[in-house]
């Protein structure tokens, strides 16, 4: 379970007991599915029916630990999972056109011209660059370690993604140029909060970066997460599903079919650096490499978290 999931579980199930305990249910045994479908009912309407699932989800599985782990538990059904999942409406993942990517390339240099080129070859998620190190990149056969904690259980997994030659070369300049010899490869350019954060430290997030390239660029604002859907969908158009779903790195097929709703042939994983650096955003993503990666270069956003 990452941190991310325990604090949602702790928010859902503190809001839990506050409103059980408000109308005196404060035993399990008085819970019943009509205060459950009540309960969730009240989050879908003021939160939407996302919020509500999720919270369905939680209070579902803190029952059935209650069931299997404390003395006297109620015997009987979880009147959770008498409630329906509510319906939720698929909404459309943007995906920016080539020619505002573009724009933003145009504005970028030095790392962070070096980390939005690595978001378009890899397909990284956010997390999976702000913590890689050196020893997850291979410049001599081009290849770059990403690691999530999504295997069964919470465990790391790992996937080797090429990247193309410019980038490689790109990555090994930035390495003998940054002004912080440390192992992460992207770094804070400057210090924050008081000394909290400090030159050289990795990222954790990047808040107001894209958003304030896109204002620049006078385009529809996209995020890190909007690159990764254009590189999907790229490769989706080029290669087929299980491409698409190898370059997301995704255990399966149809979470990725989420994503792109259609199915295709196998590639190797060289093919895919290769179909994203001959699109027109990648060929101006190698122009955006070959400028300065100097630190001293400005950086584009040093106000940032």
Known sequence: MTKKEADEKASFLAAFSTESLRRGLDNP?????????EYLSDIKDKRGPNVANRARKHLVAAWNWGYDFIDDFPDKLCPF??????????????????????????????QDALMVVAFLQTGARKTELFRLTW???????????????????????????SIDEDLAEALARWREERPVKANNVFMQMADHHSGAIQVG??????RHFMASLC??????PFGFHALRHWGAARIFKAKGLNEAQMF??????????????????????????????TSPVGAAAIATLQKETAPNGAETVTNEQ
């Open 29 to 37: 045994q008085k819970m019943t599915p009509q205060f459950a479908h």
């Open 81 to 110: 999972r008498k409630v329906r999942p509510f319906p939720v409406k698929p909404q459309d993942r943007y995906v920016p056109p080539d020619e505002d990517i573009i724009k933003v390339l145009n504005l970028m240099t030095g």
């Open 135 to 161: 020893d997850d990149v291979d410049l001599t056969r081009r290849l770059i370690k990403l690691t999530d904690k999504k295997a069964r259980g919470g465990g790391w997994r790992e996937r080797w993604m």
């Open 201 to 206: 430290d990795p990222f954790k997030q990047r």
């Open 215 to 220: 204002r620049r660029a006078e385009v529809k």
């Open 248 to 277: 997301m790195g995704h255990s399966r097929a149809t979470t990725t079919d989420r994503y792109i709703r259609s199915a295709g042939l196998y590639a190797d994983k060289e093919a895919l650096a290769t179909t994203i650096s």
